[in-house]
């Protein structure tokens, strides 16, 4: 019996992988990204930190991705699962950066935008002041940390135009980061937990009460506070966050349009685009 089980799920899963790999070849067919586009002028309008909430198509991911997105969700209440930061180099040009389930990857926004595989994206602007403010500092500092991670070689295939180099010598350390996906299922247990255990916390409503920021924006917003970008006004408790988690969509709430009498480091939230 055990054996039947195991080829069973043998088969299953080469049965998936199948049908998501013809499912992605199509998709060169089906998608282009066109110049003037809604899309086009978009990037045209982001920024380097800005941020990208992407509502991931189960039906379009692997199988441990589709596990963890579905679990992650389910436990969290959360529409959004999956985050990236934008990166614009000297010629303009927008690109994404992100951590995925075997480590960080540099994407040209175009190519990203079009081959989303999301039911809903959402960009999360930074302020004009801080853009204003902190705009170049931002930009090169991710730059930095990015060269860090995917090495110049991969920069440099990419097309990417810096006048001045990030580092210097680059030193190539690319992060094979598998804990992607164990990080999001011990999270979606961790909060399932205290579900069942009647766990609410009713401490979060008090504004001294902070959240933990959800692991899968912490990367994104290690990147900003490493920025100069205030994090921590963002995840003081105030109607927001679940089980003590403060979550993507919880960036909405916080992305507010900014006023003359306070300096906010968000802009108000767009949504992109649904399939």
């Known amino acids: 019996m055990l054996r039947l089980a195991a080829v069973g799920t043998g088969v299953s899963v080469a049965a998936w992988t199948s049908v998501i790999s013809i499912k992605r070849s199509f998709e060169k067919d089906l998608r282009e990204f066109y110049v003037g586009s809604t899309d086009d002028q978009i990037a045209d309008e982001m920024q380097s930190g800005d941020l990208l909430l992407f509502s991931q198509d189960p039906t379009a991911l692997h199988l441990p991705s589709l596990v963890a997105c579905i679990a992650w969700r389910n436990a969290l209440h959360s529409s959004f699962d999956h985050v990236a930061v934008v990166l614009k180099d000297d010629m303009g040009q927008s690109y994404t950066f992100e951590r995925g389930p075997i480590g960080w990857k540099l994407t040209p926004?175009?190519?990203?935008?079009?081959?989303?595989?999301a039911n809903e994206v959402m960009w999360i602007p930074l302020s004009r002041q801080v853009q204003r403010e902190k705009g170049k500092g931002i930009s090169e500092a991710l730059w930095k940390d990015v060269e860090i991670a995917v090495g110049s070689d991969e920069i440099d295939a990419l097309g990417v135009q810096l006048r001045r180099r990030?580092?210097?010598?680059?030193?190539?350390?690319?992060?094979?980061?598998?804990?992607?996906?164990?990080?999001?299922?011990?999270?979606?247990?961790?909060?399932?937990?205290?579900?069942?255990?009647?766990?609410?916390?009713?401490?979060?409503?008090?504004?001294?009460?902070?959240?933990?920021?959800?692991?899968?924006?912490?990367?994104?917003?290690?990147?900003?506070?490493?920025?100069?970008?205030?994090?921590?006004?963002?995840?003081?408790?105030?109607?927001?966050?679940?089980?003590?988690?403060?979550?993507?969509?919880?960036?909405?709430?916080?992305?507010?349009?900014?006023?003359?009498?306070?300096?906010h480091s968000l802009g108000s939230a767009i949504s992109l685009r649904s399939w």
């Open 109 to 117: 926004y175009p190519t990203r935008v079009t081959y989303a595989r």
């Open 166 to 263: 990030a580092i210097e010598t680059a030193k190539y350390q690319q992060r094979q980061d598998y804990l992607y996906l164990w990080e999001k299922f011990r999270e979606a247990f961790q909060c399932q937990v205290a579900q069942l255990a009647g766990d609410q916390r009713d401490d979060q409503q008090s504004e001294s009460h902070r959240l933990t920021m959800s692991k899968v924006l912490a990367p994104l917003t290690s990147l900003w506070e490493a920025c100069g970008i205030e994090v921590r006004g963002l995840v003081a408790a105030e109607d927001c966050g679940f089980l003590g988690v403060f979550r993507p969509e919880d960036l909405i709430s916080k992305a507010v349009v900014e006023r003359s009498d306070r300096c």
